[in-house]
């Protein structure tokens, strides 16, 4: 990391250590449970830090200070943009909500808490009626009211009241969500602030954290080039290596907040696979899934689309992914109490996320919640039954998710 480049790093820290042994360091044999509790129990107390002007003797006190779990370059985040799609017709539910199964489920995500990460949210809005919204604003926008509209739409399909006699909400028994406002706002968009939200919202009892959202790699890259002066060989090879600590960073991240399920509660972090893809294109192409979604420990979303021979993949959905879900034409709420119709994996996000709070529903009256678990029942809940025949895996992973059927 050159020192000359004053950029702010992101740290994620432990508490300090009650004895000698250090549990990350990895457990002997005969203290394998006592070692997992200590992993739990420094990871309910880490924190995330940031220093704006890292020396090179900073970087490498860092690199040896057995309280530090991870640090990397703060790097650049911007919203997954949708596209914009054919207004949806009427019916009783929305065709994503239909596709998932979550009209028929008769889990309603009651007592389960969401988190979305975002552009903030409409909190007036009449789909947000009687929910619980406990709102935080990373970006020094004064406070975490939706401008873009983006937030509001994912929130809606997570845990939308019903609008105009139409269901547009997964888990619309959703009583309590906390929202973060990521994006946006003078100094939305970094990766500092995204684990910050991230944390923020384990710490506040999320057992699901949706994150619409992506790296900004061409425009760190560009920035490198046009505000430091740097060649495009030079700015390009140092955006990669912060690039893939970040990743390393949110991976570490994911795994901590499933190693403290033990002594919290689970959380689930599920996330846009992205929409850089064009399948469609001449020439046609397919990018991979893009961090933070490519991340270990973070359930990645491709998005699907209805049509008469089956569902199909959206050509703008990246490949790779864990799951897929409904991301094409998905009718939510938007600004000033409106509605839209949109497209993107920031629309098929939050169907998962919503199916999510379904299984831990329906997972919490059997006892505990387990991130394994949770995570296990969602994965193994999707299916190619609805895929046009074809479907490539590689493309959607296990396949459409879909919600819990009865309480056995």
Same mark, same amino acid.
């Given at each position: 990391?050159?020192?000359?480049?004053?950029?702010?790093?992101?740290?994620?820290?432990?508490?300090?250590?009650? %004895?000698?042994?250090?549990?990350?360091?990895?457990? %002997?044999?005969?203290?394998?449970? %006592? !070692?997992?509790?200590?992993?739990?129990?420094?990871?309910?107390?880490?924190?995330?830090?940031?220093?704006?002007?890292?020396?090179?003797?900073? &970087?490498? !006190?860092?690199?040896?200070?057995?309280?530090?779990?991870?640090?990397?370059?703060?790097?650049?985040?911007?919203?997954?943009?949708?596209?914009? !799609?054919?207004? +949806?017709? #009427?019916?009783?539910?929305?065709?994503?909500?239909?596709?998932?199964?979550?009209?028929?489920?008769?889990?309603?995500? =009651?007592?389960?808490?969401?988190?979305?990460?975002?552009?903030?949210?409409?909190?007036?809005? /009449?789909?947000? +009626?009687?929910?619980?919204?406990?709102?935080?604003?990373?970006?020094?926008? $004064?406070?975490?009211?939706?401008?873009?509209?983006?937030?509001?739409?994912?929130?809606?399909?997570?845990?939308?009241?019903?609008?105009?006699?139409?269901?547009?909400?997964?888990?619309? $028994?959703?009583?309590?969500?906390?929202?973060?406002?990521?994006?946006?706002?003078?100094?939305?968009?970094?990766?500092? &602030?995204?684990?910050?939200? @991230?944390?923020?919202?384990?710490?506040?009892?999320?057992?699901?954290?949706?994150?619409?959202?992506?790296?900004?790699?061409?425009?760190?890259?560009?920035?490198?080039?046009?505000?430091?002066?740097?060649?495009?060989? +030079?700015?390009?090879?140092?955006?990669?290596?912060?690039?893939?600590?970040?990743?390393?960073?949110?991976?570490?991240? +994911?795994?901590?907040?499933?190693?403290?399920?033990?002594?919290?509660?689970? =959380?689930?972090?599920?996330?846009?696979?992205?929409?850089?893809?064009?399948?469609?294109?001449?020439?046609?192409?397919?990018?991979?899934?893009?961090?933070?979604?490519?991340?270990?420990?973070?359930?990645?979303?491709?998005?699907?689309?209805?049509?008469?021979?089956?569902?199909?993949? !959206?050509?703008?959905?990246? =490949? @790779?992914? =864990?799951?897929?879900?409904?991301?094409?034409?998905?009718?939510? #709420?938007?600004?000033? $109490?409106?509605?839209?119709?949109?497209?993107?994996?920031?629309?098929?996000?939050?169907?998962?996320? $919503?199916?999510?709070?379904?299984?831990?529903?329906?997972?919490?009256?059997?006892?505990?919640?387990?991130?394994?678990?949770?995570?296990?029942?969602?994965?193994?809940?999707?299916?190619?039954?609805?895929?046009?025949?074809?479907?490539? /895996?590689?493309?959607?992973?296990?396949?459409?998710?879909? #919600?819990?059927?009865?309480?056995?």
């Amino acid at each position: 990391m050159s020192e000359r480049l004053n950029r702010k790093i992101v740290i994620l820290r432990a508490p300090a250590l009650r %004895s000698t042994r250090d549990p990350f360091d990895g457990p %002997s044999a005969p203290g394998l449970e %006592s !070692a997992a509790q200590g992993i739990a129990e420094r990871a309910v107390g880490m924190t995330v830090e940031t220093d704006d002007n890292p020396s090179s003797s900073t &970087i490498n !006190a860092l690199r040896n200070d057995h309280t530090v779990l991870g640090f990397a370059p703060a790097m650049p985040m911007i919203l997954i943009e949708p596209l914009d !799609a054919d207004a +949806a017709p #009427a019916a009783a539910a929305t065709w994503g909500v239909k596709a998932v199964g979550a009209d028929t489920s008769p889990f309603t995500g =009651t007592g389960v808490t969401v988190a979305v990460l975002d552009t903030g949210i409409d909190a007036d809005h /009449p789909a947000f +009626a009687g929910v619980d919204l406990v709102t935080k604003d990373f970006t020094d926008a $004064g406070s975490a009211e939706d401008d873009n509209g983006h937030g509001t739409h994912c929130a809606g399909t997570i845990f939308g009241r019903d609008l105009g006699g139409q269901r547009i909400g997964v888990a619309r $028994g959703v009583q309590k969500a906390l929202i973060g406002k990521v994006l946006g706002g003078p100094n939305g968009g970094s990766s500092d &602030i995204l684990a910050s939200a @991230m944390l923020w919202a384990a710490d506040n009892g999320a057992h699901v954290i949706s994150m619409s959202l992506g790296m900004d790699f061409p425009g760190w890259v560009d920035e490198l080039v046009t505000v430091n002066g740097l060649p495009i060989p +030079a700015a390009t090879s140092i955006a990669l290596e912060g690039y893939r600590a970040n990743v390393r960073l949110f991976e570490q991240l +994911a795994n901590l907040l499933n190693a403290r399920a033990s002594v919290a509660q689970t =959380t689930i972090i599920v996330a846009a696979a992205g929409n850089e893809s064009e399948r469609a294109g001449n020439p046609a192409y397919e990018i991979n899934v893009a961090p933070p979604a490519a991340a270990f420990g973070i359930t990645s979303v491709a998005a699907l689309a209805d049509g008469a021979g089956g569902l199909t993949v !959206a050509p703008f959905s990246n =490949t @790779m992914a =864990t799951v897929a879900g409904p991301g094409v034409g998905v009718f939510s #709420a938007w600004l000033n $109490g409106g509605t839209k119709t949109i497209s993107g994996t920031s629309m098929a996000t939050p169907h998962v996320a $919503g199916v999510t709070a379904l299984w831990a529903e329906r997972l919490l009256a059997q006892g505990p919640l387990s991130p394994i678990l949770l995570q296990s029942k969602l994965i193994g809940s999707g299916t190619f039954k609805p895929l046009k025949s074809g479907t490539d /895996p590689v493309d959607v992973g296990a396949g459409l998710i879909q #919600a819990p059927t009865s309480t056995s």
